[in-house]
């Protein structure tokens, strides 16, 4: 099988990039990108098991060459609630837009499985501020804690920031307008 890998050279422009629904081939690029920033404490890990099991909620962007430029993930937590989660864009593609298209992306996934209320937890607040999200209390998602706060070696010191963004609401707004 063709492995691809991350992108290391400079961004490809808006039209050579594909965001599409992951497949096989991308999980272990998507290891490699999610895990390199793991490995300076920005994101937590993923082994390759993790994501082959969870790969219709990943969504990711590829240039021509099928070279992983940036992944996100829909993490259920219940019929109404999902998280925005592994969401890592390779560094020669920052900031480039691709990040804000990724989480369109996972939330058009969200939307299509009928789930409105995303929250993320995040050390760059004001990429998902820009992106329409809001500072949340982290309180009020429990079941957040519960499955993965509550096994972090960060627990105690964590400077993650909780935001949120109700889906349901901006659709209301949209038809609206
Ligand atoms: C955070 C990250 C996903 C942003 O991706 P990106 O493709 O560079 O972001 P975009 O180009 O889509 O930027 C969208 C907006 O967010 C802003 N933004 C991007 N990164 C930012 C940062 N680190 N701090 C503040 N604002 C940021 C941009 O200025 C832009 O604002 P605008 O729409 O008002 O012009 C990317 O830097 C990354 O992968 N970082 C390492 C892993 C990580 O932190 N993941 C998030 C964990 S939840």
């Keep these: 099988m063709i492995q691809h890998h991350v992108i290391r050279s400079r961004a490809p422009k808006h039209e050579d990039v594909t965001i599409r629904p992951a497949r096989r081939v991308d999980a272990d690029a998507i290891v490699e990108l999610v895990n390199g920033y793991a490995a300076e404490g920005i994101m937590l ?28 993930a829909l993490k259920e937590y219940s019929p109404s609630l ?30 299509k499985r009928g789930i409105t209320e995303l929250f ?34 960060r627990r105690i010191r964590c400077d993650e920031v909780c935001v949120s963004r109700s889906l349901a609401e901006e659709r209301a707004l949209e038809v609206a307008a």
């Excluded at 219709?56 to 996100?72: K, N, P, Q």
């Excluded at 937890?121 to 809001?134: D, N, V, W």
């Design 45 to 72: 890990p993923r082994t390759l098991d993790s994501v082959v099991h969870a790969l219709d909620d990943f969504v990711v962007a590829v240039d021509r060459r099928g070279r992983l430029l940036g992944c996100g």
């Design 120 to 153: 993320a937890l995040t050390l760059t607040p004001a990429f998902f501020e820009s992106a329409g999200y809001a500072v949340a209390d982290r309180s009020a998602y429990p079941e957040k804690i519960r499955r993965d706060c509550l096994r972090c070696p």
């Design 82 to 111: 999902a998280e925005v989660s592994s969401l890592a864009i390779a560094r020669a593609a920052h900031g480039s837009g691709l990040g804000k298209r990724i989480v369109r992306q996972v939330e058009e996934l969200s939307l």
